[in-house]
Nanobody, 122 residues
Framework: QVRLVESGGGLVQAGGSLRPSCAAS??????MSWFRQAPGKERDFVAG????????GYADSVKGRFTISRDNVKNTVYLQMSSLKPDDTALYYC?????????????????WGQGTQVTISA
């Protein structure tokens, strides 16, 4: 059974940092990504990584502030978030797929986690 379990969210002040992680079990994946969804808004792509980092992608809103990485031995992906802003407040989801696809298309992902809440206070 495939599972993606996120952890490491929390409440921090603007300008602070967080490093949520997503541990996968039951399979390995070519692509692992992070999405986020704020209340009343759509689920948006944040960052993605292929393999050991052969390719990464970021939403424009997080470029230069967030860094995605993965440990294939632990089958875990991380999202280092720095210079956090109140607009980064959302439920952050991990997503994974085995094949090719587009970074930001939800339908191109096979598996999803339950999410970890990130709240940034002003």
């Amino acid at each position: 059974q495939v599972r993606l379990v996120e952890s490491g969210g929390g409440l921090v002040q603007a300008g602070g940092s967080l490093r949520p992680s997503c541990a996968a079990s039951g399979s390995t994946f070519s692509t692992m990504s992070w999405f986020r969804q704020a209340p009343g808004k759509e689920r948006d792509f944040v960052a993605g990584i292929i393999g050991n980092g052969a390719s990464t992608g970021y939403a424009d809103s997080v470029k230069g502030r967030f860094t995605i990485s993965r440990d294939n031995v632990k089958n875990t992906v991380y999202l280092q978030m720095s210079s956090l802003k109140p607009d980064d407040t959302a439920l952050y989801y991990c997503a994974a797929r085995k094949g090719l696809g587009r970074w930001s298309h939800l339908d191109d992902y096979d598996y999803w986690g339950q999410g970890t809440q990130v709240t940034i206070s002003a």
